[in-house]
C-alpha cells in the first residue's frame, strides 16, 4: 500500500483527513479554519490576533511566527502586544472597524492571549470591551492560560471566578481536538451573544501533541431561536454606557446559554442505563477522571454497569443550572471534579437544592460528606489523586483486588512524596 505523502506544512495547508499538531498550534490554526468557514459562507472577513507571551501561553507568538507566510493569505494580522491592557483595547477596535460603513471586510475576529495574571492586569480593557461587546461578523476570543500549580508563574491562576465576574461567557477545552473546536464555537457564540467569549488554556492542552480532524467543515454549527431586542446586541456607535449592562446580562448571556444548548457544548459523556454516581467536570479534569477510572480498571462498559455516569461542562459560564439538574436528578451522588475553586460545587448545589426527597442526591467535591478533604484546593491534582477518591466513592458498592492494590500502591506514592522536600525556589 502506497504511503501518504505528509509535510510539516500540513498542519496549516491541509483540509482533509488527519493532521498532528500541538495545542499552541492549534490556536494558529483555528483562525485559518475561520477564515475558510467565512470565505464557504460568503463573508469577506479578516482576523487580528494580539497578546502577551506568558507560561502556559509561551509559545503561541512562536507559532505565529514561525507560520507567517500562511497568514496573509488568510487574512490574518498579527501584532504581539506591547503589554495584555493594550492587545485587549486593539481587539476591541476590530469590532468597531464596520460600525461606519467605510470598512474594507464585512467583520474582523479577534484573538486576545495572556496568562492567568495578565487577565488580571487587564480587567478593565477586557471588562471595557465585553461590555461594549464585539460585531456581526467579527467576535473576539480571550485565550487565558491558566497555571494551577504555579510551575512557571509566581501566582496560582484559575481564570473561572474572573470571567464569571466580568460576566463573559467562557469555555474550557479538554484536548488539543477541543480547542479547534471551541475555538470555532467561541467566535460563533461571540457573533450570535454579541459578547466576547473567554478561552481557557492549561500546560497539559495548550503543550500536547495529538491527531485532529482537518476538515475546516467538519463542526456543523447551529445558531439557535433567539428573541434579541429590537436593536440586536452588537457593538454599536454611541451607545450609552448604563443600556450596556441590561444588554449583556438581560440579552448576551442568555443568548450564550441558548447557543450552548443548541451546541451541546454541555454534554453527557459516560452513560449507564442504570445511573446512580454523577460525576461532574470541565477541562483537563474530565480528562483525568476518564484516566482515574482506567487506573482502577474501569473500562466505559464497566463504569455502565455500575451506574457511573459523567457530564463535562465545556461551558462553565454561564453555568447551566437545567442540564445539571437534568443530569442529577435520581442520582445517589455527584462527585465535582474541578480545579482550584469552588466555582461549579457550589452552583451544582444550588442547581440541586430544590429537587425532592428521593430525587436529590448528594453532592460532594472539595470534601466527602463527612467534611474530609477529598481533592486538594492547592497546587494541582491529577488522575492518580481522582483515582483515590473515586475508590473510596464507590467502595460500598463495588471493589476489587485491582482497585486494592493500585490504591496502596497510590497511597504509599503520596506518603513518599509528602516526605520529600521541596526544592526551595527564591525569587529575587
Not at 501518504?4 to 488527519?18: M, N
Not at 437545567?322 to 465535582?336: I, M, Q, S, Y
Not at 478533604?373 to 483515582?387: Q, T, V, W
Amino acid at each position: 500500500m502506497p504511503l501518504t505523502a505528509l509535510s510539516l506544512d500540513d498542519k496549516y495547508q491541509s483540509e482533509q483527513g488527519r493532521i498532528y499538531l500541538t495545542g499552541s498550534q492549534a490556536l494558529v490554526r483555528v483562525a485559518m479554519l475561520q477564515y475558510l468557514r467565512d470565505q464557504t459562507a460568503g463573508l469577506n472577513t479578516a482576523s487580528f490576533i494580539s497578546g502577551y507571551r506568558g507560561s502556559p501561553m509561551h509559545n503561541i507568538d512562536k507559532e505565529l511566527w514561525r507560520a507567517n507566510r500562511f497568514l496573509a493569505e488568510r487574512a490574518i494580522h498579527f501584532v504581539p502586544g506591547i503589554n495584555e491592557d493594550l492587545a485587549a483595547t486593539a481587539c476591541l477596535g476590530t469590532q468597531q472597524s464596520s460600525m461606519f460603513g467605510d470598512s474594507t471586510h464585512d467583520g474582523v475576529f479577534a484573538m486576545w492571549y495572556g496568562k492567568g495574571p495578565g487577565l488580571d492586569r487587564s480587567i478593565d480593557a477586557v471588562r471595557h470591551g465585553n461590555m461594549i461587546g464585539s460585531s456581526q461578523h467579527g467576535g473576539v476570543l480571550a485565550v487565558v492560560g491558566d497555571d494551577h500549580a504555579m510551575k512557571s508563574t509566581d501566582v496560582p491562576a484559575a481564570s473561572e471566578t474572573m470571567f464569571a465576574d466580568l460576566q463573559m461567557p467562557m469555555l474550557y477545552p479538554a484536548s488539543v481536538q477541543e480547542i479547534i473546536d471551541f475555538g470555532l464555537y467561541g467566535w460563533a457564540m461571540s457573533r450570535f451573544s454579541g459578547a466576547w467569549t473567554g478561552f481557557k488554556i492549561v500546560a497539559d492542552t495548550v503543550d500536547a501533541a495529538a491527531p485532529v480532524d482537518g476538515d475546516p467543515h467538519r463542526l456543523k454549527i447551529i445558531l439557535p431561536e433567539f428573541e434579541f431586542p429590537e436593536d440586536g446586541v452588537h457593538i454599536r456607535a454611541g451607545d450609552r454606557w448604563n443600556f450596556q449592562e441590561t444588554r449583556l446580562r438581560q440579552f448576551k448571556l442568555p443568548a450564550a446559554m441558548a447557543f450552548a444548548r443548541a451546541n451541546n457544548l454541555n454534554r453527557v459523556v459516560m452513560q449507564s442505563p442504570s445511573p446512580r454516581i454523577g460525576v461532574i467536570s470541565s477541562g483537563k479534569a474530565a480528562v483525568d477522571v476518564q484516566q482515574a477510572l482506567m487506573e482502577l480498571g474501569i473500562d466505559g462498559d464497566q463504569a455502565a454497569d455500575l451506574g457511573i455516569v459523567m457530564l463535562q461542562m465545556g461551558m462553565p459560564f454561564p453555568f447551566d443550572g437545567d442540564a445539571v439538574r437534568d443530569f442529577g436528578a435520581g442520582l445517589e451522588e455527584v462527585v465535582v471534579v474541578e480545579e482550584k475553586r469552588r466555582f461549579m460545587e457550589s452552583r451544582v448545589r444550588d442547581a440541586l437544592y430544590d429537587l425532592p426527597d428521593g430525587r436529590r442526591p448528594r453532592v460532594v467535591g472539595r470534601q466527602d460528606d463527612e467534611g474530609r478533604e477529598m481533592l486538594p484546593g492547592c497546587g494541582e491534582f491529577g488522575a492518580e489523586e481522582i483515582a483515590r477518591a473515586l475508590a473510596r466513592r464507590i467502595a460500598h458498592f463495588h471493589t476489587s483486588e485491582r482497585i486494592t492494590a493500585r490504591i496502596d500502591f497510590l497511597e504509599a506514592k503520596a506518603g513518599r512524596a509528602a516526605q520529600r522536600q521541596e526544592m526551595s525556589v527564591n525569587r529575587i
